[in-house]
């Protein structure tokens, strides 16, 4: 089974919705979750893309080498992890901009990939692409086809795709139905979730001829991390079964032919009409 593999790069506390004047002030664990990410990666030969957050790239700039002299996709996860629907059109193009130019300091590479936090690309925030097209991007996986508290965009295609009026090709995240509804392979869903159901979403969508993508957080493989008080869905979201990421994910790459999201824009691209 066909699986693209990748990580959005923040620590534990950055994708809560906890003031950045707070972050100073918490524990910084990043190293944790990367260093269980990287062991399993190497034992498995495998390669995946790294959506990295301009504000850890300052903080951690060892971590983003490490992630590059491993031979991993380097890609752009925004500076400040803000939702794009709440920032404005120029905001976010700073934001892009400098965490290119953080990225390409530290490692040498310009990344071509983006991943916007919580997925907020969505109807009220479509100007983004054009953004993300005129500052050299190659493709982008922001797009949730389907329902989410904070972001989605339900209509939306559920497989790799080129967005009309850009070269951009769209990687969105892969879904699989339950219940007559969309849920996400990935994340919350792939700890929530029995394994078998994220298996069998996969089988399915493999037979339809879907790539499918995988997304994960280095926190979700430190179940140690600190818990601070949150409202009841991020709550569960975001601490439940913890310790159930590393050991499904090993067994998921032992089933799975992985690779980087570049891999299947390649792939796509040879395979595109003209």
């Known amino acids: 089974m066909r699986l693209g593999v990748s990580f959005d790069v923040e620590d534990w506390y950055m994708g ?75 905001e976010f193009r700073e934001e892009i901009v400098r965490t290119d130019q953080l990225l390409t300091d530290i490692t040498g590479i310009k990344p071509v990939g983006f991943r916007a936090p919580y997925f907020s690309i969505t109807k009220k925030s479509l100007w983004a692409l054009d953004i993300l097209a005129e500052n050299g991007y190659r493709y982008d996986a922001s797009i949730y086809p389907g329902y989410n508290y904070r972001y989605g965009i339900p209509d939306a295609p559920d497989t790799i795709h080129r967005l009309p009026k850009t070269d951009l090709v769209e990687i969105p995240v892969s879904v699989m139905e339950i219940m007559g509804r969309r849920i996400g392979i990935g994340g919350a869903y792939f700890r929530l979730l029995p394994l078998w159901m994220t298996l069998q979403g996969i089988r399915k969508r493999n037979a339809a001829g879907k790539e499918s993508i995988l997304y994960l957080h280095p926190w979700e493989f ?23 990421t590393a050991p499904r994910f090993q067994k998921l790459l032992s089933v799975c032919d992985a690779a980087p999201l570049k891999e299947l824009v390649d792939g796509f691209e040879k395979g595109e009409s003209p």
């Open 16 to 90: 809560l919705d906890l003031p950045g004047t707070s972050w100073d002030d918490r524990e910084r664990r990043l190293h944790v979750g990367l260093d269980l990410i990287f062991a399993i990666l190497e034992r498995h030969r495998i390669k995946a893309t790294f959506f990295i957050l301009g504000a850890v790239a300052e903080i951690h700039p060892e971590a983003v080498r490490q992630i590059a002299d491993n031979g991993h996709e380097i890609a752009s996860h925004g500076y400040s992890h803000t939702m794009v629907y709440r920032l404005s059109p120029d």
């Open 222 to 244: 430190d179940p140690k991390h600190p818990r601070v008080r949150l409202p009841l869905v991020p709550r569960i979201t975001h601490y439940t079964h913890l310790a159930r």
